[in-house]
């Protein structure tokens, strides 16, 4: 449908673009309103049962737990084929409303270079740009040792502005910028006190080279589930100077990553797929338990043919984070997706033992749902 629209139209359509049947991932709705001009809307949630062992009130029986890990609203929009936008919310981590964790304009200087000013994802390493629901196994599988996600205020989300565009037809990536940085370094168990000296901006970048198919798009891929053939690595670093500050000290905070991603279609009855990643993290030595040296891998499957309503992709993962207050996090997953429409409709079963230093290993098995209109 195309139509003009006066300021009180416009208001309308996006009321009923509200309304619209379900699409796509991130557009469930899309209105146009005139040439290069449109309003999108879609949403999505992922939700799970757990069983974790000895996390009963009683400390020795298994939990028995259903939860929403994610609800999320995704907004965008089209000005003109040079001005885009997106709005996506978050529930928040109560659980009680949502909270706004993209909102930003996207300039199109040219095919090969675009401006992003507002708040999103700052550059980092790939299972980060991906996030909970496009990676393989979905969730924050790799928040032990890609130490993002969570750890900031808006969901590893900041406030500033970058350059992002690829060259080579779209097989040499790039993105650069210059950030807030005050929600970069937040951990939950980590008190953070004031920050002492220069107020210094948080600088990221993140360069990937695609040596087979190329990748679109600034928000990244976890897995392809068989769709492209892919062999890629990516360098990332952040650093920000006085970024690492508690009640006690402040220190400059910095970060460097660099990860793979191998998939072949064609491995037998289906396509094969091995990432891994490794970390360097700094803090000036003011959070021993946040500086240190980390490392993930995962490797999956997923069969070509259909069983039922979709495709079966086995899948297993390793992580481990070995900071300098000598208390290491290991992990490592079992589990199954079943892929019904990619990332818009799975089912995961996985299986999951944590090891930490000092304490008795953990098992948990958990059954996740993700939807996507």
């Known amino acids: 449908m195309t139509f003009e629209f006066k300021q009180g139209q416009l208001l309308t359509a996006i009321a009923a673009a509200v309304m619209l049947p379900a699409m796509s991932a991130h557009a469930g709705g899309t209105i146009t309103f005139g040439e290069d001009k449109s309003i999108s809307v879609g949403f999505g949630m992922r939700s799970s049962f757990s069983s974790v062992e000895n996390a009963a009130p009683n400390g020795t029986s298994n939990s028995q737990d259903f939860s929403l890990d994610s609800a999320r609203i995704y907004l965008s929009g089209s000005l003109n084929k040079h001005i885009k936008g997106m709005l996506n919310t978050e529930k928040d981590i109560a659980g ?5 964790i993209d909102a930003n304009v996207q300039f199109a200087i040219a095919p090969e270079l675009t401006i992003w000013a507002g708040r999103f994802l700052s550059p980092s390493d790939r299972a980060n740009m991906a996030g909970p629901y496009y990676s393989l196994g979905g969730g924050y599988w790799a928040g032990i040792a890609s130490r993002y996600g969570y750890n900031g205020g808006h969901i590893g989300r900041d406030d500033g502005v970058a350059v992002v565009g ?10 650069f910028g210059a950030f807030e940085g005050n929600t ?14 220069s107020d210094g901006l948080m600088y990221a970048g993140r360069v990937q080279v695609d040596f087979w198919d190329a990748e679109p798009g600034y928000y990244g891929t976890g897995n392809y589930l068989g769709s492209k053939d892919i062999l890629a690595f990516g360098i990332a670093g952040r650093s920000q ?20 991603l191998m998939e072949k279609k064609g491995v037998g009855p289906g396509a094969l797929s091995i990432e891994a990643a490794g970390y360097d993290y700094d803090t000036s030595d003011v959070f021993l338990s946040e500086q240190g040296t980390a490392y993930s891998a995962g490797v999956g ?7 039922g309503w979709g495709q079966f992709q086995p899948f297993v993962r390793y992580q481990k984070f070995s900071p300098d207050n000598d208390i290491d996090t290991k992990r490592y997953d079992v589990g199954v997706n079943y892929i019904i429409d990619g990332y818009n409709a799975q089912v995961s079963t996985v299986y999951s033992n944590t090891d930490v230093t000092g304490a008795s290993d953990v098992d948990a098995i958990s059954v996740a749902l993700q939807v996507q209109f």
């Not at 009680?96 to 706004?100: H, T």
């Not at 690829?166 to 993105?175: E, H, N, P």
């Not at 100077?241 to 793979?260: E, L, R, V």
């Open 241 to 260: 100077k006085n970024g690492a500050y508690s009640t006690t000290a402040t220190g400059d905070y910095a970060s460097y990553s660099i990860d793979f």
């Open 301 to 307: 499957y997923i069969f070509d043919q259909k069983v």
């Open 184 to 197: 970069a370094f937040q951990i939950a168990p980590v008190t953070l006190g004031t920050r002492t000296g």
């Open 96 to 100: 009680q409303g949502f909270q706004v």
């Open 166 to 175: 690829s060259l080579m037809g779209g097989k040499l990536a790039y993105a």
